[in-house]
């Protein structure tokens, strides 16, 4: 590397350093003079009129008298909140809060305070609107389909597609050793953060095709940026990487930041060499998105910056906490760098002009938040072996009376904060308190009371008198929760519940399939004709190939779980619909049709044998289907006779779909056209699997037309995706080869479309679905999680 460039990032860290230095020095002498002590306790005297004495107002008894529930608990707490007057100030705190933390706003601005309040009555107007329209655990903006519509609404579909492929891969990509819940949910954060900054740079006149653009870009760069918490912060404080491969990949991420050019990897040999390759790819990527949208003034200053940042998370990772001599200066300059230049380089990643007091207020504030989280993270950082500024003093504090105590650093910062930065602003002093008791009372909840009064007694025994006031504050303070906590609450529990549903809708998947493959193959009798069981091997040969086996599935699962049928009773329902679905794909696989030389990864029946005997064969599947329905003995004889009336029909309007699907080809079709087609060809399988066991228990009417309605989106978003997929698949991922649809001449939702708005479509049938499944009496856990893989599958 260029000795000038080294010395020039050297520069840039020793100024950087020097004034952090500088800052912890003042806060310091704060520390051993306790000066701050006297303006705090000012301070909560001023700002617990707000939170406590208010108990016998008319306000306060009616809030009693209406049980409180966990602010954990997203919409009863909003619901609470609204129903008890509180839900106003709930919402200023909260948006103030997020204008001073993440967008670096003065409070005392009449411009941020107009602002606050036009986001505040638009974000009310929306949490009544969605409590009378959703009263499920997931907030509406937290479900894919809800984020799809809110980027139809702004015109940034193609970039909401795209971001969610991309959290997905990530997700996909996290290593085990790593909580993937934390690392998604910072990225999610970033991305959210980015966007944040962005629409309040444009305001509410920014014409609607400019605001597409820049939303769209938005989403990029957060991503782009927030890439780097779990493939850069997150994965080199972990122990998944080897020694080795940490120095490799740290020295990579330098060299990047210094010369503007990603290294090519090289030759890997470590145990990680796979994954590393997907995040070396992922982040070149993002480094070069980010890097072609910086402006030439703001390129120098996104790379000094992001070089401080690196290097000063390097400079606190390297830290082990068997080492006794760290000195103060080491132990906090680097997270008042650290936690300082990660929100710095958003406004050089989105390339803002300059913000006058932007970047004096974000320096000084980042090091409460570090604080607060380390506090937070006391207990974990502890077994993780982790140095932070708590874990050291618990471990050193007795035997080394230089060190400075962390908790009273903590107060001289956010002393610092409300009178030096923010020069005694009111409004700043209330929301800054309210989140630090709000930390504290969540710290208490979540240790017990026990283990919280211990961390304090460690922590306090300097200002004994000063704690006590802070833990009254604690105890008897009301109205101190904010929206971003009760939002951080579900978000992690909506990663959690589906990480944990995927996973069992996996387990189910591959528990019911290995059933299912169990029962199909037909078999031989002793002394039976040569002519039959060799028909009996074509049929199996056909069912051998494996395959999905998603109809029969949905089958077991609607019947078994949902409607408790038993699974020996509905067997020979299942092997009729994969009887009736391989015979299809016989007949599709025809020359005279689609004339595919490949079925599931083996040569199709008639590239084996010729078409004369895979069109016997397909109907000898045919009348099996038929035959084991006609074997459903354990239900009612007039049941079975519905079922095998509707099976009927629907087997016609699939034949009567394959026909206007021949009849097409050549032609340019419309829409509308597509959609039909796609309804009979796949829509009415997906209908026959969920409808035919809702038959058999003899399910209500309105189970039926919910499953009806839901199957038609699902189909039609499976074909998109099965077309997007003959663009984009690989013959060993897909088991067929890719392409057929242009050699064939086939008209699909691609071709009609384009790759962009065959994607924008297939998201508007899985938005439809997932509505439709909302609306139905029962909501099968297991048919989100399809839809889910439906259009994420990769075959």
Not at 629 to 644: E, I, N, T, W
């Amino acid at each position: 590397m260029n000795e000038e460039i080294t010395l020039q990032a050297d520069l840039w860290y020793r100024l950087a350093e020097q004034k952090a230095a500088h800052y912890f020095a003042s806060l310091y002498e704060q520390v051993k003079e306790k000066n701050d002590v006297s303006p705090l306790i000012n301070d909560f005297e001023l700002w617990k009129k707000s939170h406590i004495g208010r108990r016998h107002s008319l306000l306060s008894i009616f809030s009693q008298a209406i049980r409180k529930p966990d602010s954990r608990d997203y919409h009863n707490y909003i619901r609470w909140l609204n129903q008890t007057g509180k839900l106003d100030g709930f919402l200023d705190r909260s948006v103030s809060y997020i204008y001073l933390r993440d967008l670096g706003k003065s409070l005392n601005d009449s411009a941020t305070q107009t602002r606050i309040q036009q986001v505040v009555a638009d974000v009310k107007r929306y949490l009544i609107r969605s409590l009378s329209a959703n009263g499920g655990v997931e907030p509406e903006f937290m479900s894919l389909a809800g984020l799809y519509r809110w980027a139809q609404k702004e015109g940034i579909e193609t970039a909401i597609i795209w971001v969610i492929d991309k959290l997905n891969s990530v997700s996909a990509h996290i290593p085990k050793e790593m909580n993937a819940e934390h690392s998604m949910r910072k990225l999610i954060k970033i991305i959210t953060g980015v966007v944040l900054h962005v629409m309040e740079e444009m305001g509410d006149h920014t014409p609607p095709a400019e605001r597409a653009r820049r939303l769209d870009e938005a989403i990029r760069l957060g991503y782009s940026y927030g890439l780097t918490y779990p493939f850069i912060d997150d994965l080199l404080d972990s122990p998944v990487l080897t020694v080795r491969e940490k120095e490799q990949y740290g020295s990579m991420i330098r060299t990047s930041l210094l010369t503007g050019t990603v290294p090519e990897l090289g030759k890997l040999a470590g145990p990680n060499k796979e994954m590393i390759r997907y995040v070396h790819a992922e982040l070149r990527d993002a480094y070069a998105y980010i890097k072609r949208l910086q402006r030439p003034e703001t390129q120098r200053l996104f790379f000094e910056q992001s070089y401080i940042f690196f290097h000063a998370q390097d400079m606190d990772r390297i830290k082990e906490l068997s080492n006794p001599s760290y000195t103060n200066e080491e132990l906090y300059v680097p997270i008042i760098l650290k936690s300082a230049f990660s929100r710095l380089i958003v406004r050089s990643v989105i390339h803002a002009p300059a913000d006058e007091g932007f970047d004096q207020r974000t320096f000084y504030y980042g090091i409460y938040n570090q604080l607060a989280d380390d506090f937070a993270d006391m207990f974990e950082d502890i077994e993780a072996g982790a140095v932070t500024p708590f874990t050291y003093y618990l471990t050193y504090g007795a035997e080394r009376p230089d060190l400075i105590n962390p908790f009273e650093l903590y107060w001289a910062v956010i002393s610092h904060l409300i009178h030096q930065v923010y020069d005694a602003d009111a409004r700043t002093r209330e929301v800054i308190l309210s989140r630090v008791i709000n930390g504290l009372k969540r710290c208490k909840q979540r240790v017990g009371v026990e283990t919280y009064n211990e961390i304090l007694n460690a922590f306090t025994s300097g200002i004994p008198e000063f704690n006590r006031l802070v833990q009254q504050m604690v105890e008897r303070a009301d109205d101190v929760d904010f929206f971003d906590k009760l939002l951080r609450d579900q978000m992690v529990t909506v990663l959690k519940n589906e990480r944990r549903e995927k996973q069992q809708f996996l387990d189910k998947v591959k528990t019911v399939r290995q059933q299912i493959n169990s029962l199909l193959l037909l078999p031989k009798q002793d002394g039976m004709e040569p002519a039959k069981a060799a028909m009996i091997d074509l049929a199996n040969y056909s069912l051998e190939g494996g395959g999905k086996r998603l109809r029969p599935m949905l089958t077991w699962v609607m019947g078994v779980d949902e409607y408790g049928l038993q699974p020996a009773a509905i067997a020979p329902l299942l092997r009729s619909l994969e009887y009736m679905h391989t015979a299809s794909l016989i007949f599709d696989d025809l020359p005279s049709q689609d004339n595919a030389p490949v079925r599931r990864g083996r040569p199709t029946l008639h590239e084996m044998h010729d078409s004369a005997t895979a069109e016997l064969t397909g109907l000898y599947l045919i009348q099996k289907a038929i035959e084991e329905q006609a074997s459903l003995d354990g239900f009612d004889a007039k049941v079975v006779m519905a079922l095998m009336q509707y099976s009927s029909r629907r087997a016609g309007d699939m034949c009567a779909g394959q026909a206007m699907d021949l009849q097409s080809k050549g032609k340019v079709l419309s829409l509308e056209q597509l959609n039909s087609i796609c309804f009979y060809k796949t829509g009415i399988a997906f209908e026959a699997s969920l409808v035919m066991p809702a038959i058999l228990a003899k399910a209500e009417a309105a189970d039926i037309a919910g499953l009806t309605q839901f199957a038609y989106h699902a189909g039609i978003a499976f074909q998109i995706k099965d077309d997007l997929l003959d663009t984009e698949g690989h013959l060993h991922v897909l088991g067929k080869p890719a392409g057929k649809d242009i050699e064939n001449n086939t008209s699909t939702f691609v071709t009609v479309l384009g790759q962009d708005g065959a994607k924008k479509e297939m998201w508007e049938h899985y938005s439809l679905a997932m509505e439709e499944l909302k609306k139905m009496p029962r909501t099968p856990v297991f048919l989100k999680h399809l839809l889910t893989y439906i259009i994420h599958r990769d075959r």
